[in-house]
């Protein structure tokens, strides 16, 4: 099987830098993604690690550790409409399968 | 328009009913995904297609079946729905090969089962 796990809630302060983890368990595991859900929207997507490493896409960052079965997504300088749900989310599989993490609430506060 | 279409988008219906979601999309895609979300569940995989000759379970399969009926038309059924089906439902789609990793979802349909 298969599975990805997340803090459930994060609340930081805007302007400030949060930290968003995942480790996970996941057979022919080729990588990871990290995807943004606002209340009531579709699930975009932000990101995605094939190597071991740090990806920057300007404020948010994604870093995977395949030794450790852990990443990481990064949010810098905070903005109130960063307050959304986000997801890790493992590519597996011959078929490139993709299995999502149980989410992460961020809440951004003034 | 959007590029994955979700009909309907809300529905509520009795249990024991059938009922069809439906799927369109007009990227080209030739992978196609079932989605359900529940609070604090994350999108747990229903059921994936990789082409019309190819339909594979997920984790949560039970109770549902699929039909891929073109390359831009994956349906998802509930036989006769139960309470516990009461979820918000979306479908997604990826392209082909190992560098196209971003999977776009369509506006999700919020199912009710009384």
């Known amino acids: 099987g298969q599975s990805l796990e997340q803090p459930s809630e994060v609340t930081a302060v805007e302007g400030a830098i949060v930290q968003i983890n995942c480790t996970y368990q996941t057979s022919g595991f080729y990588g990871l993604s990290w995807y943004q859900q606002h209340d009531g929207g579709a699930p975009t997507f932000l990101s995605y690690n094939a190597l071991d490493g740090l990806e920057e896409t300007g404020r948010f960052s994604s870093f995977l550790s395949r030794s450790d079965s852990y990443g990481y997504l990064l949010l810098q300088e905070l903005q109130m409409k960063d307050s959304a749900s986000y997801f890790c989310a493992g590519v597996s599989g011959g078929y490139q399968k993709v299995t999502f993490g149980t989410g992460t609430k961020l809440q951004v506060i003034p | 328009d959007a590029d994955v279409t979700q009909t309907p988008r809300n529905r509520i219906t009795k249990t024991g009913k059938r009922i069809m979601l439906e799927c369109s999309q007009t990227k080209g895609h030739d992978r196609m995904y079932w989605y359900r979300q529940d609070p604090g569940l994350g999108l747990r995989l229903i059921y994936y297609?990789?082409?019309?000759?190819?339909?594979n379970k997920g984790e949560i399969s039970d109770g549902y079946s699929v039909s891929r009926q073109a390359q831009a038309k994956f349906s998802l059924s509930l036989e006769s729905a139960i309470p516990n089906q009461t979820a918000l439902y979306f479908c997604a789609t990826r392209g082909q090969g190992f560098d196209n990793t971003e999977a776009f979802f369509g506006q999700g349909t919020r199912l009710t089962v009384v």
């Open positions: 297609s990789f082409d019309v000759k190819d339909i």
